[in-house]
């Protein structure tokens, strides 16, 4: 989650550092849109299946302990939260990866105009 988080400030890092974009060019004019969108939109999926990954994973904690661990006020059995937690775990890691994997697409085939 940690990267997923600092990894929302990557293109506008790379965008103004490495390719030039000068600070009074708008980012969305030199770049466009899409980029941010599915970009930040993929970083945040990743941040929030990672946030209920973390929460599924402390009620199996406690299931694990033989304590009662309801999800939202309702009862649900240990293989259901396993398998949850497996689901949230790669769509967390897919969603940053295929994010990250657009980045750097991107500004690898970014040719400035003039």
Do not use: Q
């Not at 490495?18 to 980029?35: D, N, R």
């Not at 990866?97 to 690898?108: A, D, N, P």
Request: proline residues 3%.
């Amino acid at each position: 989650m940690g990267l997923a988080t600092a990894s929302l400030f990557l293109p506008v890092f790379l965008a103004r550092e490495y390719l030039g974009v000068k600070s009074e060019t708008s980012l969305e004019v030199a770049l466009g849109t899409s980029v941010f969108c599915w970009t930040w939109g993929l970083f945040g999926l990743s941040i929030f299946s990672g946030i209920v990954f973390h929460y599924l994973s402390a009620k199996w904690v406690r299931m694990a302990w033989g304590k009662k661990a309801g999800i939202l006020g309702f009862d649900a059995p240990e293989t259901f939260v396993e398998r949850a937690m497996e689901f949230f775990f790669w769509v967390t890691a897919l969603a940053f990866l295929i994010g990250l994997v657009i980045v750097l697409v991107f500004f690898l085939n970014y040719e400035t105009h003039p």
